[in-house]
């Protein structure tokens, strides 16, 4: 099955109870039992819920992978991951990351004993040397947030194989219509379903896939004994926002090209960061390991001054300022005071987040309406 069909059909049967070709919203906590153990597949929501497993199938569907697993939020996936390790673990990530994973990284699960390093992958050197017998876990982003960083997930896949480590990708930038880490050597694939996979801004929602039984059996423990479960309206939502996935964020690389190259033309802007570029670092793995390049683009000013890029995120009218990405509407953010506040100023510089550092999320929205009112908002 291509994808645009398992993006519709992938995982699902029309419901076995009446037919119906939509999957129901089983808005039940419980499941009455014939006798004793006697159950239909399903004895409690937390542990199981048909919507959610309609979806934690689709999921596996569309990323070629075997098991899904649905959570709260991406956040709750990302909680999951790492409660598999152990006090003493070593997990190498990327030093480029979502604002939020490095604050659960370094202030929540650091205090239980685990090891964080935190490197620049786009030298790979710097993966091995941070590799030692204890690291369990390395932990991918790309296209990173929000350098669009291209990382190079089958060589880093070796590395780890080779160390006996797990990897980990966190593909909620590239969506599985665009890069399927778990065909690249990753051994379980996160996404914050909050952004493409839902689509429509309207649900806070994370996944897991991965394809090994056993890794399964210990994603599926995690998630019922700790219980970050999604509910069973949300997961309606998100089966319906997947059925157009395909269509969506190929919209979103088409208006996503045409910005990148309009905002490279923009006599304010100093440097755009887009994986389409040729002379974007590592294009080349870009073009071989995704098949679009997205709708993600950040940007900074010449003369870096935060003042000018407060002027340009207050005063565009559909691009609206707000967290978050990846919804059928243009978002614009400013990393260094929004998404990354929480990175230490030194720290978040280093890796590029600099004051006047913009970032766009390009939606689905009439480009030539795009452009005119960043056009406006720039002059
Ligand atoms: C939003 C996001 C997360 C966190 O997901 P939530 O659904 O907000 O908890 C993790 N990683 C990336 C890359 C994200 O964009």
Not at 115 to 128: E, P, R
Not at 171 to 195: C, E, R, W
Not at 323 to 351: D, F, N, Q, W, Y
Request: glycine share 10%; aromatic share 8%.
């Amino acid at each position: 099955m291509k994808f645009g069909t398992k993006a519709i059909h992938g995982g699902l049967e029309p419901d076995s109870a009446t037919g119906a070709i939509m999957t129901p919203i089983y808005q039940t906590s419980t499941y009455v039992q014939d006798g004793i153990g006697n159950h239909k597949g399903y004895e409690y929501s937390r542990t199981g819920n048909p919507t959610r497993n309609a979806l934690e199938s689709n999921l596996a569907a569309i990323e070629n992978g075997k098991y899904g697993a649905c959570f709260g939020s991406g956040m709750a996936a990302i909680d999951c991951v790492i409660k598999m390790l152990n006090p003493g673990d070593e997990v190498i990530s990327t030093n480029d990351l979502y604002g939020g994973s490095y604050r659960i990284f370094t202030t929540i699960f650091a205090k239980y004993g685990i090891k964080f390093h935190f490197v620049d992958m786009l030298d790979l050197q710097n993966i091995t040397d941070a590799v030692n017998e204890n690291t369990k876990l390395i932990w991918v982003e790309t296209p990173t947030n929000p350098m669009m960083n291209i990382i190079d997930i089958i060589a880093v896949s070796k590395i780890a194989k080779d160390a006996g480590a797990m990897l980990g990708v966190d593909n909620t930038f590239a969506t599985p219509y665009l890069q399927n880490p778990l065909d690249q050597g990753a051994d379980i694939v996160m996404h914050s379903v909050t952004k493409y996979l839902g689509g429509h801004s309207d649900v806070v929602m994370g996944a897991l896939i991965c394809k090994d039984e056993k890794l399964s059996e210990e994603m599926y423990r995690i998630q019922n004994s700790c219980g970050a479960v999604t509910a069973p309206m949300d997961s309606f939502l998100v089966l319906r926002g997947i059925k157009t996935l395909h269509i969506r964020v190929q919209r979103h690389c088409e208006n996503g090209e045409k910005i990148a190259h309009w905002l490279k033309d923009h006599p304010k802007v100093d440097k755009v960061y887009w994986p389409g570029f040729e002379n974007h670092t590592n294009h080349d793995v870009a073009k071989r390991q995704m098949r679009g390049f997205g709708g993600m683009i950040s940007f900074t000013l010449k003369g870096n001054r935060i003042e000018d890029a407060r002027d340009i995120v207050k005063n565009t009218h559909l691009f609206a300022l707000a967290e978050s990405l990846g919804g059928v509407e243009s978002l614009i953010g400013h990393p260094a005071t929004m998404t990354h506040a929480s990175i230490p100023k030194e720290e978040r510089e280093k890796s590029g987040v600099v004051d006047s550092l913009i970032r766009l999320s390009v939606g689905i929205e009439d480009i030539d309406d795009l452009i005119t009112d960043l056009e406006t908002a720039m002059s």
